[in-house]
C-alpha cells in the first residue's frame, strides 16, 4: 500500500527529480574530469609578442654584447634560459645539440644565476650548442622576458618575434612542434 | 610510537561502533520501547574513541614523533609547543580527525540535548548523522590516516610552513569546523523531519538552536581566516574573493537565509519547505568546500595536497549525499496544508523571503564565480580565472536593495502592516543618510552613482538600527544587535575601500621618499636571531602631513625548517585607520621594496563581525522571543 502511495509522488515529481538527478549527474561527471586535471596554471604564451632589447657579457669572451648584435642574419632563433644546477637542463641538451646542427638557426643560451666555472664546465662536459652564451647573473633578464622558471625555451623569428615559448624542458613532441614551425 | 598505535586502532573502534549502533537504531526505530540507552552509551563511545584518537595525535606532535608521517611533515622538534600542538589540525590528516571528532561530539549533544523530541525523529537523525560519520571514517581510514608509521625514523620534522605559524590561524580551523559541522545536524534533522512528516513550529524552535550555533561558529571561523589573511598574508586586504574564501562564504550565506526563514516557519508556519531546502543546502555547501579545498581543483594558500584519490573519494560521498537528501524530500515530502489567510506585501514574512532571495543571489554569484572556471575548462579547455570586478559588479547593485530592505523590513509586523505604520522619521533618515553619501562622494571626487547609493543605503540602515537601540527597548535585542554589526560592516568596508591609500617603492637604508600624505624614511634594519628563524627588522619613520610620527617596524623572517622567507607587516591600529607597511626583499641588490597603506576604519571590520556574533550568541540565551 505505502509503495503505491511513493509511486504516485515518485510519478507526480518525475520531471523534477530526473532533472535534478541528470544535473547531480552532470556536475559529477564534470567534477570528476576535472580532478584529473593538472591544476598547474600557465597563462597563455604571448605569440608573437616582440622581444625586448637586453645586454649582457659573453660567457666565454666575457665580451658585453647587446641583443641587437645576437639577434641578426638568421631565420630563426632560439634562446635557451639554462644553468648547470639545473638538471633538466642536462635532460633536454642532447636536443639542443640536435638543433645546433641545422644551419637555419641560431641558438643563444642566457645563463642564469649560475657560478661561470660551473658553467664552462657544464657545456665543456656536454658539448656546446650555443652560438653566443650571455650571462645572466642575477635573473633579471629573464625576468623581463617572462620567464618562469628554467629551463625555459623561446623560439624567435626574423623579425624578433616570440613564436613560440616553452616552460620546463624540451622533449621530442615539442621538438617535433618546434621543427613543424621552422618548416 | 605508541600514541600512533593507540590513536590508529581507537579510529578502527571508532568506526565499528558505526556498525554496532545502527542496527540498534533500526530495532529502536521499530518497537514501541523508548529511546534505547544503549544508543546514549555507544555514540558516547564513539565520541571518546575518536578524542582519544585525537589526542594521540597531538601527544605525537608534542614529543616530535617523526615516526608518525603526519608529524614528520608537519613538525619540527624546534617548534613553539603552542604551534606543535596547532600543527595538528594545522595539515590534511589532522584537520579530518578533527572533523570527526567534532561530527561525533556534537551527535551526542544531539541526542542528549533532544529529549522533548519525538523518539522515531531522534533515531532518524542518528541514522542520517552515522551515515555521515561512517563516510568520513572511511575517508580517513583509506585515504588520509593520520597514523601511518615511518621507517626508518627521521632524525628531524619538516616543519610547518611559517604561514601558518600563526595564532589566529592556530583556532581559525576548529572554529570553522564547528559551524561547517553544526550544519551537518541540520541536515540530518531536517532529513528525518521530512521522513517524519515533523516540519513544524516545534521543530523549527529546536533545531534553531543548532543553527544558530553553527552560524555564530562559521561566521567568527570567517573572520579569523581573514583576519589571519590581513595580518600574516601581508596582501594588505580582508577578502580577495579567492575560491576557498568563497566555499566558506557560500556555506554562511546559506546559513544566514535558513536563520531568517525558519523564524518565519517557527512563528507561521509557513516557508517549511523553503527551510528543507536551504537546510540541506547548507551542509552540501559544506561539503562541496570540503571537496574543492582538499581535492585540489583549486589552487590556492588551503590546498594541502593535491591527491586525485582523495578527491574522488569526497565527490563520491557528497554526490551520495545529495542523491539520499533528494530522493527523501522528492519521496517523503508533504506539503502540510495549513489555511494561511493572504500573504500581504508588507509584512515580516514577506521581507523576510525578498532577502532571502537576495542572498539566494549573491550565493549563486558566488557559486558561478567559483566554479565556472573549473566547468569551462572541462568543457572548452580554456582557463580563466575569477576576479574581484565580477563580484563586486554583480553584487553592489542588489546590495542597495538588500539593505534598504533590511532597514525597513524588522519594522514590520508579521502578516500584515498597514502603510500608516511608516513613519515621516523614516524617509527625514533616508534624505539624512543621502546627504551624508553625497558629500562623501562630492569630498573625494569620485563620481559612481552606485557607490553613492549604495553609501546611502548603508548609512540608512545605520542610522534605523542606530535609532532602534533607543526606541523600542529590548523587545529583539539580538536582530538588532545583529542588524547593527551587519550595518556597520557594510559601512566600514564602503569606507575603507573608498578612501584608502598606498605608496609602493624601493628604498636602500638612510632614503626617504615624500609622497601625497607625508614622508617615508628608513632608517636602519636590525638583524636578530630566533629559536627558529632568523629575522630582519626594518625601521621606518613616517611623517605625515600634520607632522605626526610613526615608526614602523617590519620584519623579514627566514625560517629554517623549512626553507621559507616570510614578511610580517607592522600594522599600528587605531579607532580611525590602520596604518600598514610591508617590505620585501629585492634579489641580490640592497633595496628593499616598500609598501605602506593606510586604510581606513579596519579595526571596525572586525569589531562590526564581533558585534554580528554577539546578536547571534544573545539569541541563543533567550528563551522567548518576540511575541
New interface residues.
Partial sequence: MELVVYLEKIMKNKILLSVAIFFLIFCFIILFKSLNNSNVYVPKSISEKPLINFSSQDLFSTVKISSDQIFIGSEFYILNIWASWCLPCRDEHAYLMEFSKNSSIKLIGLNYKDNPDNAKKFINKFGNPYLFNMVDLNGTISIKLGAYGIPETFLINKERKILKKIVGPLNKKLVKEINLIIK | MLASQIGYYSLILGLLVSFLITPICIKNFYDNKIIDIKIFSFSFLQFFLVFLSFFALIISFVISDFSNETVFNNSHSLKPLFYKIAGTWGNHEGSLLLWLLVLTLFIFLFIIKSNDQPKKYRILTILFQQIIIVGFFLFILSTSNPFVFLFPIPKEGLGLNPILQDPALAIHPPILYLGYVGSSIIFSASLAGVVQNYISKKWAKHIKIWILISWIFLTLGIMLGSIWAYYELGWGGFWFWDPVENVSLMPWLCLTALLHSILVLEKKSSLASWTVILSIATFTFSMCGT?LVR?????SVHTFA?D?SR??FI?IFL?IL??IS??VF??FYEEKKIVISKTYFLSKETSILINNWFVMYFLSVVLIGTVYP??L???SNE?I?VGPPFYNKLMMPFLIFFLIFMSIGPKLHWIKTGFKKIKIKFFLLFIFSSFISYSIIKNIGFKNLIYSFLISAAFYLFFITLKDFFSKGFSNLSQKISHFGFSLLIVSILLNSLFSSEVTTNLKIGEKISFKKGIITFESIENKKYKNYQSIVGYFRIEDNKKRLIILKPELRIYNQPYTITSEADIKTTLYADKFLVMNLV???EYFNIRYQVKPFMIWIWLSTLIIVLGGTCSLFRKNYEK
Fill in positions: 571537496f581535492s585540489g581543483i583549486l589552487n593535491n586525485p578527491g574522488i565527490l554526490s545529495i542523491l533528494l530522493v522528492f519521496l573549473i566547468f575548462e572541462v568543457i582557463k580565472s634579489k641580490g641588490n
